[in-house]
């Protein structure tokens, strides 16, 4: 076996690469934020209208969160996660408190 030029010279500098070399950056911060609120969306979301201050904050963050990820080349399934949790959280907490609502005036409430 041919030894290469970096077993017989260990000081000679190494090729120049041609092309622009890509890092990735690994920076996931809007696709957690946009998780974590969605998790909070769906589960404390039937507490006093807190679903809309959460889930907004995550349908926000994950929409950015998305074509940054997308634009980068990078996995965006947490961005996704937490957009798709804030969304059903928005939409089915106000469904359900604009039923309940509803549901009350006929009752004779309020």
């Not at 039923?99 to 004779?108: D, Q, V």
Request: hydrophobic share 45%.
């Amino acid at each position: 076996m041919k030894p290469t030029p970096y077993e017989t010279n260990p000081y000679k500098a190494p090729p120049k690469i041609k092309g622009p070399l890509r890092h990735p950056s690994q920076d996931h911060s809007l696709g957690i934020v946009a998780l974590v609120f969605g998790i909070l969306a769906l589960t404390l979301g039937c507490c006093c209208w807190t679903h809309i201050p959460f889930g907004l904050t995550a349908v926000i963050c994950g929409i950015l969160g998305l074509s940054k990820a997308r634009n980068a080349g990078q996995n965006d399934g947490m961005a996704l996660a937490g957009l798709i949790c804030g969304a059903v959280a928005l939409v089915l907490y106000t469904g359900w408190a604009i039923f309940g609502i509803i549901f009350n005036f006929g009752a004779g409430g309020m």
